[in-house]
């Protein structure tokens, strides 16, 4: 079982963000889940979105299918993480 997920364009990412995201780092962001919640990490160079709220090397406590946007381009795939974590 996998207690994070690193997302971004590099291929030893967990979830792979196509190439023509170029703003999206290769390793973007990492999700985990701490005591039953989301943990979204931003680890890029160029942010990420939160509900429309910059955020840039912060972590937050997010919901199931808050809007996140890596890089105000690529929007977190959802579906993917939930299949990745029980």
Excluded at 7 to 33: K, T
Excluded at 61 to 76: D, H, K, R
Aim: hydrophobic residues 40%; aromatic residues 10%.
């Amino acid at each position: 079982m996998k207690n994070q997920i690193v997302i971004g364009r590099g291929s030893g990412c967990d979830i792979l963000v196509p190439a023509e995201y170029v703003n999206v780092s290769r390793q973007h962001a990492r999700v985990s889940i701490v005591n039953g919640n989301y943990l979204f990490e931003d680890i890029s160079s160029n942010g990420s979105y939160v509900n429309g709220q910059f955020i840039n090397g912060q972590r937050l406590i997010i919901a199931p299918n808050t809007q996140v946007l890596l890089a105000n381009t690529f929007p977190l795939p959802w579906r993917q993480i939930q299949t990745l974590f029980p």
